[in-house]
């Protein structure tokens, strides 16, 4: 029930295209869900986040969609570009300093 | 603002040798949480610090990992004895008050 669902596990768009990344959850205590983006030898640095209140979220590129019903949140990245390509993990946790679930990563390369 | 700090970036073991780990938090974040990357895998929290008492270490395996946060700031993280299987990159976040986990660089750690 603490799982988090991610994919696809990697993904190949051209510069300009809008790749999108799923996650589904299972625990409807969670109430925070982040997205996290990580480069090599790099830790994950967050992306955007949204809660369940809002079925919507736009910084910058970035769009998080959030079907609260069918407990699954997407990540939108409008207008992509090289300096894109990394690892995007999705995350599920509390308000109350509760630990983050992580999903299993998409490894994201958006060609020139 | 400083970010989180870790040290070694890298340590390479032997097997059943032990190996201590560093992190320091940004400054004034109350919880601090302990991670491990294994290659290819989203993290998986091991230990979760509100100041210097435990919160969560129910996926910890306490017969060889042991983490400590004295005074409330800095944290180590220790194995004893490493395995083969705890290759991984060991990732410390600090969380401020509005639920945002930043996260350090990461220890890479390899036992042979």
């Known amino acids: 029930q603490q799982q988090v669902k991610q994919s696809p596990q990697s993904l190949i768009v051209q510069k300009g295209g809008i790749p999108i990344i799923n996650c589904a959850y299972e625990n409807t205590a969670f109430d925070y869900f982040p997205w996290y983006q990580q480069f090599p030898g790099k830790g994950p640095a967050l992306l955007i986040a949204i809660r369940p209140d809002v079925s919507e979220k736009k910084e910058g590129r970035f769009t998080i969609s959030f079907n609260k019903s069918a407990k699954q949140f997407s990540l939108h990245i409008m207008d992509s570009q090289p300096g894109d390509s990394a690892t995007y993990f999705c995350?599920?946790?509390?308000?109350?300093?509760?630990?983050?679930?992580f999903g299993s990563g998409t490894r994201l390369q958006v060609q020139p | 603002e400083a970010g989180v700090a870790q040290s070694p970036r890298y340590k390479i073991i032997e097997k059943r040798q032990s190996v201590a780990f560093w992190c320091n938090p940004i400054?004034?974040?109350?919880?601090l949480y302990w991670y491990q990357q294994i290659l290819g895998q989203g993290p998986k929290l091991l230990i979760q610090f509100q100041n210097n008492g435990v919160v969560d270490d129910s996926q910890l395996p306490k017969d060889r990992f042991s983490a400590e946060r004295l005074k409330g700031v800095d944290s180590t993280l220790k194995i004893q004895p490493a395995k083969l299987e705890d290759s991984a990159v060991y990732l410390c976040?600090?969380?401020?008050?509005?639920?945002?986990?930043?996260f350090g660089p990461g220890t890479r750690l390899t036992v042979l």
């Open positions: 400054s004034g974040h109350a919880t």
């Open positions: 976040a600090s969380e401020d008050m509005e639920d945002t986990q930043y």
């Open positions: 995350a599920a946790g509390g308000t109350g300093r509760r630990a983050l679930t």
